[in-house]
């Protein structure tokens, strides 16, 4: 499979058997591919790095070095996840690098999302570079791209993979997953042994929360749209719609709004509810989301959320919207 093009007469993976005849032949092609190298990994925690970890783990053990680094627009409870699954339950080789301040400082004031997008991207590189000339022996570069990825390659995802590292540093590519969609992951991870809650871990894009607190990024906003963000997948979990929605998820722009608490006028921001449905991310159609639950979800935003006096939810499919905002 080192070609970029999915073969027609490939059968899509939906079944645990389908799964564990795709790992069987990628931890033999990882071996001979890597033999008795190193291979470096960014890993996210999103669905697709978590998973090409766990194969690579199942594939190389210790070969593999995992570096993870927090640069702060992580939703709530992610980067905890990351260490305990890999580190403590999988024995992963895990590098875990504490980022949040040195983004948070370069990110503010920047409100254009495209050059928010480069400043993450360009100092996601720069410390994984650091990390990287930390390691002795690497002599691959594993990356968590899927089909899609390769699909809309043309600039739409110049966040997404660890291009432009320096040419002293230019490592042989492992993408075991590169052609899989989104839901044949999926059925890989589980295949594998990750916890479901990973492997059905909501997409979210390479910036992370930094392309979803709306314009210039603020800790204050950025807390908020966290928080806000917790609440709908906790209600989501609760209800029956973390199976059923492809993709949900909060984003608050950087505009206030006149409310009342307590008795009192005062100015707060929009938390903005996105559900979108989708099987390959490049077209997505709008959830039917019951009003009671939304009523709900509101209520418990606004009593405790600090900041936040409103919750809109966003009808707009792709095309004509994108699933980002930003």
Known sequence: MQN??????MERITTKALADAFIDEQVKAIREQVGDK??????????????????????????LVCVHVNHGLLRKGEPEQVVKVFRDEMDANLVYVDAVDRFLDKLAG???PEK???????????????????????SFLAQGTIYPDILESDGVKAHHNVGGLPEDLQFELVEPVKLLFKDEVRVVGEALGLPHGMVYRQPFPGPGLGVRCLGAI????LNALREADAI????????????????????VPDMKSVGVKDGKRYEGWPAIIRAVNTTDAMTATIEEIP?????????????????????????????VGTIEWE
């Not at 928010?116 to 690497?138: L, P």
């Not at 709908?232 to 984003?251: C, H, M, P, T």
């Open 4 to 9: 970029n093009v999915r073969p027609e007469s």
């Open 38 to 63: 190193k291979v470096l990994l960014a890993l996210s925690g999103g669905v697709d790095s978590s998973v090409v970890a766990a194969l690579l783990i199942k594939a190389i053990g210790k070969q």
């Open 110 to 112: 920047v409100a254009e």
């Open 116 to 138: 928010k997008r480069k400043i993450i991207g360009a100092e996601f590189i720069r410390v994984f570079e650091e990390e990287a000339r930390k390691q002795e022996g690497i």
């Open 218 to 221: 603020t800790r204050d906003r």
């Open 232 to 251: 709908l997948r906790e209600e989501f979990d609760k209800n029956g719609l973390a199976g059923k929605v492809w993709q949900y998820f909060i984003s």
């Open 291 to 319: 009003y009671t639950l939304l009523h709900h979800i509101t209520a418990r935003i606004t009593a405790e959320v600090d900041g936040i006096n409103r919750v809109l939810y966003d009808l707009t499919p792709k095309p």
